[in-house]
């Protein structure tokens, strides 16, 4: 009985030393481009106007995108996108505007990672 018992601790002990099950991967949080007090500071534009651009972009953006951080896309990138994608989108000019600033405000916050390149895909 003993050496059943020890078998099956040993069986037990051993099966522990596999293989760790990968992490759930965390859940990314649609709101770290939130404008802040700091953003709006840094970039000159107000808090208000720089929400109403967040807005627009959480809204119109992924009406027919996945949405992508501002920063996956250069300022550059960006000042060509707009345009383009606003006039799709049925923006005014004042709107346009808004997500532009935006979208350069929110890039301030973070290393620039992207390039005008990968802006549509």
């Known amino acids: ?3 059943v018992t020890s078998v099956i601790c040993a069986a037990s002990f051993i099966a522990s030393c596999g293989p760790v099950p990968p992490a759930e991967p965390a859940e990314e949080n649609p709101f770290r481009d939130m404008p802040n007090s700091a953003m709006a500071t840094r970039s000159g ?3 208000e106007k720089l929400h109403d651009g967040w807005g627009l972009y ?3 953006c992924g009406e ?4 992508k951080h501002p920063q996956d896309i250069s300022d550059e990138g960006w ?3 707009v345009p383009h994608m606003s006039w799709n989108a049925g923006l005014s000019e004042d709107e346009e505007q ?3 600033n935006y979208l350069k405000a929110a890039n301030s916050e973070a290393p ?4 005008p390149t990968n802006a549509l895909l």
């Not at 620039?112 to 390039?115: I, V, Y």
């Open 1 to 3: 009985m003993i050496a």
């Open 45 to 47: 534009i107000s808090l």
């Open 58 to 60: 959480m809204r119109k």
């Open 64 to 67: 027919c995108h996945q949405k």
């Open 79 to 81: 000042q060509k996108i």
């Open 98 to 100: 808004d997500l532009l």
């Open 112 to 115: 620039q990672t992207g390039s």
